[in-house]
């Protein structure tokens, strides 16, 4: 592991912040999967939406990421797989606000902006493979 991976980015904590984070952008889907559709699509859209997300989520990842298994389906160039992850994390965000949860939405948002300043040394590492 470089020097690169030893910073607050792979830290157990900040992975668990992260968890968290990837669980409230898969919800927000749901959240916004509700608030658009109606009868019993409702219920289909509410699951198979944040699904969708996360299996796209799962499948593409660059090998040897430290703050995953390091494993990967799709190997994905990390600057790639950065933009994927700022999709699925900020577009929780667009989503919840999109339902009209404005106040949530503004939230996740910024906790975002936080984790990903606090996280430079993951995306600098990403950036270099």
Do not use: C, K, Q
């Not at 959240?31 to 658009?36: D, F, I, L, P, R």
């Not at 409702?42 to 660059?62: E, H, Q």
């Amino acid at each position: 592991m470089s020097s690169w991976s030893s910073g607050y980015g792979f830290h157990p904590g900040a992975l668990a912040v992260r968890f968290a984070l990837e669980l409230a952008a898969l919800a927000s889907f749901g959240v916004w999967a509700w608030a658009v559709s109606s009868g019993a699509l409702r219920y289909a859209l509410v699951v198979l939406v944040p699904l969708a997300v996360a299996m796209a989520w799962g499948v593409f990842a660059t090998p040897g990421d430290a703050s995953r298994s390091g494993d990967t389906v799709i190997a994905t160039p990390g600057a790639l797989r950065f933009l994927l992850e700022l999709a699925v994390f900020f577009g929780g965000a667009a989503a919840l606000y999109a339902a009209g949860r404005h106040l949530p939405a503004v939230i996740l948002a910024g906790v975002l902006v936080v984790y990903h300043l606090l996280s430079w040394n993951r995306v600098v590492w990403l950036f270099r493979n």
